[in-house]
């Protein structure tokens, strides 16, 4: 099986009408759409999924930020899906970000960048998990894949 990994459209994403243009410019880039869902994160969800950052200074605002308005969540896939969606989103702070990713054409600061994306396959499985069950990420043939992938 392809590699997954978890996009989220975060809530200035959604809020600004961008949650289409980031599904777009995946969907060019030739991945496929495995799992998808418009939902409120829980205060419970964010701590778990932003675990990692618990002692930085910008948790409590991370936390507050990403369950302050609905997000879509997505499981993508393809060969290689975690490092083809980073660098389709592009650096953290969009500050750096080079033009033509997703954070580099659509943000200017770090704390509104719009989009997350699993920073390495064992962090896409427990990701994955955490905002999805099972059932809900489907397997499908497309008619297009040999003229994506050789
Ligand atoms: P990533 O989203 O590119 O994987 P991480 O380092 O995992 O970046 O940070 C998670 C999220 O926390 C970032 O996407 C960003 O929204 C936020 N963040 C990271 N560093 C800062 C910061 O210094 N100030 C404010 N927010 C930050
Ligand atoms: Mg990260």
Redesign the pocket.
């Known amino acids: 099986m392809a590699e997954r990994t978890l996009v989220l459209v975060?809530p200035d994403g959604v809020q600004r009408g961008l949650a289409g243009e980031v599904i777009s410019r995946l969907e060019r880039r030739g991945l496929k759409l495995v799992g998808m869902k418009l939902m409120q994160v829980s205060d419970d969800l964010a701590r778990q999924h932003?675990g990692?950052?618990v002692d930085?200074?910008?948790f409590g605002?991370?936390v507050s930020?990403i369950t302050s308005s609905p997000i879509v969540a997505m499981v993508w896939e393809a060969n290689n899906a975690v490092e083809i969606v980073?660098n389709t989103?592009g650096?953290?702070?969009p500050v750096s970000s080079a033009a033509g990713t997703i954070r580099g054409d659509l943000g200017i600061d770090?704390?509104?960048?719009l989009v997350?994306?699993s920073?390495s396959p064992e962090s896409a499985e427990r990701e994955v998990n955490l905002f999805f069950r099972p059932e809900e990420i489907l397997s499908y043939e497309r008619a297009v894949d040999s003229w994506i992938n050789e």
């Open positions: 975060k932003y990692e950052h930085r200074p910008f605002g991370l930020f980073r989103m650096q953290t702070n770090i704390g509104r960048n997350h994306g920073d």
